[in-house]
């Protein structure tokens, strides 16, 4: 039998990359050949941090090929309006060719993000087997599903997705109600950017239809209810292999890990360390920067917290005045952590996060209670299966000023460390993932049956 090749396509975005990556691992221990598409600006950006020469194309067995964004080399990529408009226009006639023009090897199968599944047809033109992959809550996939439903309805506009009134929906059953304000597309800030997204999701939801196989970073207790809401999904989370537990796993980092915080880490007690992270895009003002870090003084607990260096809207971050000597002795802040074996550590007690569907699930795998801090896009709906359908973790609530002040980070943080149930519920939900992970639990078992899928050629 031929060997399949995967050839997998990630939306650029650090949250989409590394869930790809760790599914590339996946299928090369399943007997694959995977080579994986990044844009040339993060292929930069990830083999810089790496401090890997840019000729070195195959690590780990994956090959890595790249494609343009088709965004001037200066433009910020966290311009998601920009972006999707120039990923739908500019990059399918690259990719097209990336893929006709490769006669040194021979890709028997494509795996795109569902964010990027528009690629679909492309392949499927060419004979590929066709898989997508959605790396976020099934949920939140299940919800789009329900647009024109919500357009017919009159809940939402059909132009730009906004919500004709604000109001808390059922907008599936046995999911819990959702605030109109917070449906993914909603969360953000400028109507303009809100359309492109909102028809950019459209798109992608049209041309998930091009995709024989639809598999997700999700398992089957975690979300059962949705599962099936959606045509032939198949949960395979948490994507676990052994080559993430090698000292030193490539996950295609867009920054540089700080891996000294491991060593800071062992020194600390079991159970101590409140682990504060905000994921790849979430960026703060000054004031309330400032207020968590105060907040995070105020716990007398030692943290560890990765300020991204892009993590304010400043161009350095600013601690509020003395607050670096005060909390040198039990408090760290880095550029980057590898997040994955933070997660896992002892000494960590609790996760102050955004709630990006990784960290949910990264949180949830290791039995780490949550204090929800959303920011935007499905933060606050995996915020919702957090703290009141698995009940793993707590919200932070806004004072008047619209700010978490740093009083409610010091009294939730609080009240989470005590909270004996939370923790159990952890506890429970960690079980749950590993054995569905673990040879025989249904994740492993699925896997196994879309590699089998995939390989069928
Ligand atoms: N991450 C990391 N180090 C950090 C912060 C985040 O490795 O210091 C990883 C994290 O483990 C997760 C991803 O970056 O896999 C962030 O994805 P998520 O969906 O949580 O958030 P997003 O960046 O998409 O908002």
Redesign the pocket.
Known sequence: MNTPHALILPFP???HI?PLMELSYCLIERGFHVTFINTQFNHERIFTEMLLPDQAKLIDGIHFMTIPDGLEQEEDRHNFGRLMTSLTTITPSFLEKLMKNNVAVKFTCFIADINMAWALSIAKNMGLRTAGFWPAAAGILAAMFQIPKLIQDGVIDEEDGAPKKKDVIQVIPRLSPMDTINLPWNCLSDAYTRKIIFNYFITNKQASSDAEMIICNSFEELEKPMFSEIPNILPVGPLLSTFQSREDPNLC?LWL?DKECMAWLNKQSTCSVIYV?F????IFNNRQFEELALGLELTGQPFLW?VRPDLTNKSINAYPSGFEERVANRGRMIG?????KVLKHPAIACFIS?C????TI?GVKNGVPFLCWPYFADQFFNQSYITKVWKVGLSLSLDENGLISKEEVGSKVEELLKDRDILAKSQALKKLAQKSAMEGGSSFDNLNKFASFLSDI
Do not use: D, F, K, R
């Not at 980057?336 to 994955?340: D, E, G, I, L, R």
């Open positions: 975005a650090q949250g590394i980092q890990e992270a994921g790849s895009i979430a990765v980057w952590s590898p997040q994955q955004h990006g569907w990784n960290s990264e």
